[in-house]
């Protein structure tokens, strides 16, 4: 069993992202399009149920979940992690700038909806720390980690925590739409391959949580703004 779960979380997450989206369609009666306004709070959902899944993981392991995500050798640089920041909101804006420009020649709307402001104004806290505290700890504290020491693969580890990290964004929100679904996976699979490779050789999480943190959080600003007006 243990050798088996770090390969069935990953797709776990994106069949959680399917299914979940799914069934609040079937249960508020609305369409997939209108559905897809409300994916930044389905997403903090989700987040909080991979948690604690996770926890429920890292005690059947006999593991803390800090242990995920804290290296102990790891000692965060303020200077460093500006950059880092920079490097991947670089990469993760250039993807979806230029998958963006491919797929739509522009920037495509229905991303940013606007939702109720007071829900805007919560989730745009609850959003980034849950999204770093699930998919940091899953994709690579966890799976790359153990898939990397079972088959002593580290190409296959990445590649296969990579792969799954990107997919999980097709559903974000879900809208069965292959265009749309491609778009999104590209758009976030430059980013996911630069953060595999550099964790499989930094084990540096804190500076990836942080960045993507940033990164989450400038979302839900736009949210935010998006709802206001």
């Given amino acids: 069993m243990r050798r088996i779960l770090p390969w069935v979380l990953p797709m776990f997450r994106t069949t959680l992202f399917i299914l979940g989206g799914w069934l609040f369609v079937i249960t508020t009666g609305l369409s997939y399009t209108n559905a897809s306004h409300w994916w930044s709070l389905l997403c903090t959902f989700f987040n909080l149920i991979t948690i604690v899944i ?33 490097i991947m909101l670089l990469i993760g804006v250039g993807g979806m700038i230029g998958f963006s420009l491919l797929f739509y020649r522009g920037l495509p709307e229905f991303l ?9 104004i919560i989730n745009l806290f ?25 088959t002593l693969s580290p190409t296959l580890a990445i590649v296969y925590t990579v792969f799954f990290y990107a ?3 097709s559903f974000i929100p ?11 996976f590209l758009s976030f699979l430059p980013l996911m391959i630069f953060l595999g490779i550099q964790y499989h050789k930094k084990n540096n999480l804190g500076q990836m949580m942080i960045g993507h943190g940033v990164m989450d959080l400038s979302t839900g600003m736009q949210i935010l703004i998006m709802s206001i007006l």
């Fill in 54 to 86: 996770l926890l429920i993981v890292c005690r059947y392991e006999g593991i803390t979940f800090r242990s995920l995500f804290k290296n102990e050798k790891e000692k965060l640089n303020f200077k460093k992690t500006a950059v880092f920041t920079i």
């Fill in 112 to 120: 940013i909806q606007p939702i109720p402001v007071w829900i805007a």
């Fill in 126 to 150: 609850l959003l980034p720390i849950t999204i770093v505290f699930a998919e940091f700890p899953l994709y690579f504290g966890y799976s790359l980690k153990y898939i990397k020491k079972n």
């Fill in 167 to 169: 997919l999980q964004h």
């Fill in 174 to 184: 879900l809208l069965w739409n292959f265009k749309y679904m491609a778009f999104r």
